[in-house]
């Protein structure tokens, strides 16, 4: 594969040159700490921060470098974690290259870091030139850290809908606090592989004791609702609403996709509430996967369980109505284990 090849990481057809905002992931192929560790003073998660090694002090510094030689780039926020960076990068005019050229910039920076941070630890690397296909020098020494530190296909997502900025914002902020509550509580966060209900496969993350229930119900908000209150009569769908919270509070664990902008108001209520239910989705589950913001809150506090039927599609986008059906099929059969 060429070097011209191994960088198309982008969607294709968009230069990337204008005005934008953009969330950067970069990660340490190994998922090796090695750029920090993380502290959790009296053990609690909201102290929680990252101590960096000599190596993510290099690479934060690469970040002002990369500032310096593209006046265009401001960074609004970013957050080095032991084995991966976020940042969020602002263009504030037009640039003659792409933000992935820039990025494509950065890690090669950082690559230099790589290359001497392993030179300072194994000084006798000196000795010969490195194998890159067996990871040794002509001596024979093997490289104890992995070079280039990220690896060749960082994550670029544009930030243009209203509220994405915020929200990553936070999401890259909270990090640290993130992953300490992780630690703290394994077994919430881990992936749990080949869940059996009703005669299905789930893999899940969360609670799986919400499955012992004693009561279920769904949250499925029907278009006939909804199109009688475009039409002015609110109240099958104020009244369908309010039914699925006033059960939730007497002990029913709710069940759902979530997918309507109704539905979402309703799990709203469920996490505002503290209340417990069980989320369907479209996607399934990363390695290293955690819930975002409120969501991860209330899994961390055993309210929430998120189940999905599918593997991850890292390709995914968009849900379809066909995965909608299935999705509140399978919410109904949840209700009759």
């Known amino acids: 594969m060429s070097v011209q090849e191994k960088w198309q990481w982008q969607e294709p057809g968009t230069a990337w040159k204008g005005v934008g905002i953009y969330h950067v992931t970069l990660t340490v192929p190994s998922r090796e700490p090695l750029l920090g560790t993380l502290a959790i003073p009296q ?9 960096r090694t ?24 970013f957050c080095l974690m032991p084995d991966h960076l976020h940042a969020i990068i602002h263009v504030t005019r037009v640039m003659d290259t792409s933000i992935r050229s820039v990025i494509r910039g950065y890690w090669q920076g950082v690559k230099k870091h790589g290359r001497s941070h392993t030179l300072s630890i194994n000084p006798e690397l000196n000795s010969g030139p490195l194998d890159k296909e067996t990871g040794t020098t002509g001596s024979g020494t093997e490289a104890t850290y992995p070079f ?20 990553m914002m936070r999401y890259v ?8 509550t992780k630690r703290q509580k394994p077994g919430f966060f ?4 080949g869940i059996e209900v009703a005669e299905r496969s ?5 609670n799986a004791t919400l499955l012992m229930a004693e009561r279920f119900e769904t949250v499925h908000v029907r278009r006939a609702m909804v199109q009688a209150a475009e039409q002015g009569d609110n109240a099958p769908l104020r009244d369908y609403m309010n039914g699925c919270v006033l059960a939730a509070r007497q ?14 108001q309703v799990m709203e209520v469920l996490l505002r509430e503290r ?14 996967y955690k819930p975002t913001n409120r969501l991860f809150d209330a899994c961390a506090a055993g309210r929430v369980l998120i189940l999905s039927p599918w593997a991850y599609d890292a390709n995914k986008r968009h849900i379809s109505r066909e995965n909608c059906v299935a999705l509140n099929i399978m919410a109904e059969e949840i209700t009759k284990i």
């Open 202 to 206: 789930y893999d899940g993350v969360g």
């Open 54 to 77: 000599a190596l993510g002090e290099a690479i934060v510094e690469e970040l002002y470098v990369m500032c310096k030689h593209y006046p265009s780039i401001r960074i609004l926020q």
């Open 43 to 51: 053990n609690d998660p909201t102290q929680a921060h990252v101590i």
């Open 173 to 180: 902020q909270m990090n640290p606090q993130r992953l300490a």
């Open 275 to 288: 209340l417990p239910f069980i989320l369907l989705t479209d996607n399934g589950f990363r390695e290293y």
């Open 251 to 264: 002990g029913s664990v709710m069940v759902s996709p979530f997918i309507s902008p109704q539905e979402k």
């Open 148 to 167: 280039p530190v990220f690896t060749e296909r960082p994550f670029i997502r544009s930030l243009s809908r209203r509220g994405q900025l915020d929200t």
């Open 190 to 193: 881990r992936v749990q592989r």
